[in-house]
């Protein structure tokens, strides 16, 4: 985020400071987006897993402060509740075999942290949502005890002025209030981190929108909550709901949801940056000593850390950031897919991601003029309701016209493509062959980490009990999980 978080308590004059520093960051950004050669360089990857913490049970075991106090790795970080984790891997240049070494690396701190873990009866578990969850594991007493979650519990709840409500459609349908934000534990993720080139981050970001249902469908690992079959990919909602600070009941103009999918199609870096500042209050006003004019006066490269701070505090599905180290560059954070079912299928759906919007990039000026920015965000909750049973409305390459399409079809039409693109670029053909295969393999089977969880869950149902089933399940993927393989050629028997 730019800042560490000491206190969890602020005044109204600090919220107001706050505000001001963010603009006078915005004014220092917007020049260093024009000093020539910003942001320019070799393009890299970087991700972050999240992970939840179960005990022998199956249920999840609240211990990750203990967990991080043993492994004692700076990349191993606490999560919002006390059974949530996250890996932050180390960055690799996108050349050779980025993705091959991210997969090693998660793969070795798993079983590093696992061999810790273990003692105390714990175990991580990669998946989006786990399905033996309560809403009893839920609430106040969940939340890790960092002053940054409890002052960014304090702030969303203020503004709310109410409990949270949650209700999502489905197979079946949950309608929830919570009192706190500790639902957003519930969901857990692989983020990854792509550096494109300053000079067209706009291109890029809206490649990477308008090609994110269709990975997000064929990532989909969270078909149910509390024992309810919900969406495919039901994180979506329940992040967007869990953490949606804006009163229902106040008269003046409602900001969007502090959880959103964009505002229409982006047309710099710079207003990705100002709309976060614009739209949202703040809720974690700490300052810096910095005075970013001074900095760029200097020739030097400024921290902007109220404004990453801010910006951290939102949180589109996919992100823009901007990060002062080296001579400074822009990220674009892929913020929708799930976590799990394995450390292959995440990496696989990583460089399809980036494949498919190389795929789509030189003809995106035209692709953005015909398709409406609201049919790309109708896109992505169509993937994350109905994963790759999905409809969506799509653009014909060559001609003005839009489709509405089976998701499925799309995806097998972009997936050559993103292999093209990907041999345009200094990553090993082996390893575009490899992870893609996966890819195509979820294409042909139609099947998903979230179709397999269904799967299963409805054969067992037959013959135990909800609990059992749902417990009994989690095991078999546990157990597929530990191999690495991926989960299209799972076996679907119990």
Not at 88 to 99: E, M, R, V, W
Not at 152 to 164: N, V, W, Y
Request: glycine fraction near 6%; include cysteine.
């Amino acid at each position: 985020m730019g800042l560490s978080v000491t206190k969890s308590e602020f005044t109204p004059e600090e919220f107001e400071q706050f505000a001001a520093k963010v603009r006078m960051d915005l004014t220092a950004f917007s020049r260093l987006l024009e000093r020539p050669g910003f942001g320019e360089g070799e393009s890299s990857i970087g991700a972050e897993v999240e992970f939840y913490i179960v005990n022998s049970d199956l249920c999840v075991h609240p211990i990750n402060t203990d967990i991080a106090a043993r492994v004692q790795d700076p990349q191993l970080t606490v999560e919002l509740n006390q059974f949530n984790l996250e890996y932050n891997l180390s960055p690799q240049a996108f050349k050779g075999t980025p993705f091959a070494r991210t997969e090693q690396e998660l793969l070795d701190a798993i079983q590093r942290i696992n061999q810790h873990a273990a003692p105390l009866d714990g175990e991580l578990v990669p998946i989006g949502i786990l399905p033996t969850l309560r809403q009893s594991d839920t609430g106040p007493e969940a939340m890790t005890d960092e002053p940054r979650y409890h002052a960014l519990s304090d702030a969303l709840i203020k503004q709310r002025g109410e409990p949270f409500s949650i209700h999502i459609g489905g197979n079946d349908v949950i309608d929830l209030e919570a009192d706190d934000v500790t639902m957003e534990g519930a969901n857990t993720s692989f983020q990854l981190h792509w550096r494109v080139p300053a000079h067209r981050f706009a291109d890029y970001f809206n490649a990477v929108q308008l090609v994110t249902p269709i990975v997000l469908a064929l990532a989909s690992n969270s078909p149910s909550l509390f024992g309810h079959h919900l969406w495919d990919e039901t994180r979506i909602a329940l992040f967007k709901q869990c953490i949606d600070s804006r009163s229902p009941n106040r008269r003046t103009w409602r900001h969007p949801p502090r959880v959103y999918f964009g505002n229409g199609w982006a047309r710099s870096a710079w207003e990705l940056f100002a709309a976060s500042a614009s739209l949202y209050p703040p809720i974690l006003p700490m300052m810096s000593e910095e005075d970013p004019m001074a900095v760029l006066d200097r020739g030097e490269v400024p921290q902007l850390a109220e404004m990453r701070l801010h910006q951290g505090t939102t949180w589109p599905w996919n992100r823009a950031i901007y990060d002062p180290a080296g001579a400074g560059h822009l990220r674009i954070e892929i913020r929708s897919m799930p976590a799990g079912p394995t450390a292959v299928d995440m990496c696989a759906n990583g460089l399809f991601v980036i494949g498919a919007a190389l795929a789509v990039l030189d003809d995106i000026p035209h692709l953005t003029a015909i398709l409406p920015f609201h049919y790309t965000e109708h896109n992505f909750y169509r993937a994350a309701k109905y994963g790759i049973g999905a409809d969506i409305i799509w653009p014909h390459k060559d001609q003005v016209q839009l489709r509405d399409m089976p998701l499925l079809t799309v995806a097998r039409e972009l997936l050559p493509r993103a292999r093209e693109a990907l041999k345009q670029t200094e990553v090993d053909e082996a390893e575009i062959h490899r992870l893609l295969d996966i890819i195509e393999g979820r294409i042909e089977t139609a099947m998903t980490g979230a179709r397999w969880q269904r799967h299963i869950t409805e054969h067992l149902l037959q013959s135990l009990s909800p609990d059992e089933a749902f417990r009994s399940m989690l095991a078999l993927y546990m157990a597929n999980q530990k191999t690495n393989t991926p989960v299209h050629e799972w076996a679907l028997s119990p």
